[in-house]
């Protein structure tokens, strides 16, 4: 007999992620391979397995000999990545990305929009509805398939009401991104702060895949950093994660826009880094060494955290890591203070090429289908 409290349907959901989640980090699995790795009876995974089969959201690959068995053959199965689409839309402080993605990650259709702080949130997220809808009317059949969508942003945002609380250098008081979103569009919306939606990605489709603790580091325009336990984002009170912007270096410092003093961010953030000597946001690799104070105080408060968090992997990310001469820098001066922060320990995300949409898509995937 089950115990008091236990929700036979909650036990269900989390077979059905069990079996999600080690299907889309291993390709074509049989239905004896996926019980052997997540411990699920073979009866439970053939019903679950069956079920995907007939909504669609996975499909059978072909067969192999089974070694096991005296010439039994094992169906291979995948997740069906065009079952479904979702619209991911990224806001930075300088530009918008949208797109209409499959469960891949794979883009079928992309905007990018300037981050226009010279209207009101309301009228820019219009604008950001209407070019999700100009989207929606040149890919019709994709447009069926769409499931809903994510917002990823900077600063601090409420999930449940679907709120950017305060969007550093976006916009300073609370937006309701999400109901704005769907009542324009029609489609539902959930929000997600983007150094966060980010690290999911790391864990649905990154180094994350690999269930280790991870440090995910993004540079540009601010700092940001999440950590990753046991494939899981950790979140401290009130839903708060790490923020190695914010750690204070400096006394009687300039003033943060978080409200405190000294943070690292006042020091090497673009704005501030700037004013030291003015270049152009995506040219930072071309001045990286006249900045050469602000990477090794960067790698010092690095060092610093990683000190007290141990993790096994920092991932870097972000515009400014976007050249390996500024990554080779930051891991020469970390490993000045401690050998063991090299290249095998600090390495660049293997989702580069994808940093500036695969977080809201990744982020819809987890809380939503996985």
């Known amino acids: 007999m089950y115990k008091n409290g236990i929700n ?14 080690y299907m889309n980090s291993h390709t074509d699995v049989s239905r004896k391979e996926i019980a052997e790795a997540t411990g699920l009876t073979a009866a439970a995974v053939t019903q679950i397995c069956n079920d995907f089969l007939k909504e669609g959201l996975i499909k059978e690959c072909g067969t192999v000999n089974d070694v096991s068995g005296a010439g039994r053959r094992k169906v291979m199965l995948r997740i069906n990545y065009e079952f ?55 890919n019709p059949e994709a447009g069926k398939k769409v499931i809903g969508g994510c917002v ?35 489609f539902k919306f959930i929000i997600e702060n983007n150094i966060d939606a980010f690290a999911m990605a790391e864990i649905v489709y990154g180094t994350g895949m690999k269930s ?61 880094m700037k004013r030291k000597k003015p270049f152009k946001f995506n040219e930072f690799a071309d001045v990286y060494m006249d ?17 007290i968090l141990a993790p096994n992997r920092v991932v870097l990310a972000g515009r400014f890591f976007a050249d390996k001469r500024v990554r080779d ?12 922060y090299d290249t095998k320990r600090i390495l660049h ?15 819809y995937i987890e809380r939503e289908l996985f």
Not at 291 to 306: G, P
């Open 8 to 21: 036979m349907g909650q036990v269900k959901k989390q077979n059905r992620s069990s079996i999600l989640r």
């Open 84 to 138: 479904a689409y979702i619209i991911g839309v990224n806001i930075e402080s300088y530009d918008t990305v949208i797109v209409i993605s499959d469960l891949g990650g794979n883009v079928i259709s992309r905007a990018n929009l300037e981050t226009n702080n010279e209207v009101s949130p309301e009228e820019f997220v219009g604008e950001v509805a209407s070019r999700i809808d100009e989207m929606l009317d040149e």
């Open 152 to 186: 990823a942003i900077s600063g601090e945002v409420d999930r449940e009401k679907g709120v950017s609380l305060r969007a550093y250098s976006i916009w300073r008081h609370e937006v309701p991104v999400c109901s704005l979103l769907e009542e324009k569009t029609g």
């Open 212 to 272: 280790e603790n991870i440090l995910v580091l993004k540079w540009g325009p601010g700092v940001g950093c999440t950590i990753i336990i046991d494939n899981k984002l950790y979140e401290g009170r009130h839903g708060r994660s790490a923020e190695i912007g914010h750690f204070i270096v400096e006394k009687d410092g300039e003033l943060c826009s978080c409200g405190r003093r000294g943070c690292l961010e006042t020091k090497i953030s673009y704005k501030a």
């Open 291 to 307: 900045f050469s104070e602000e990477i090794d105080l960067f790698a010092r408060t690095l060092v610093n955290s990683m000190s």
């Open 329 to 340: 820098e930051l891991i020469k001066c970390c490993e000045y203070y401690d050998k063991k």
């Open 349 to 363: 995300t293997p989702l580069f090429d994808k940093e500036d949409y695969i977080g809201p898509v990744a982020t």
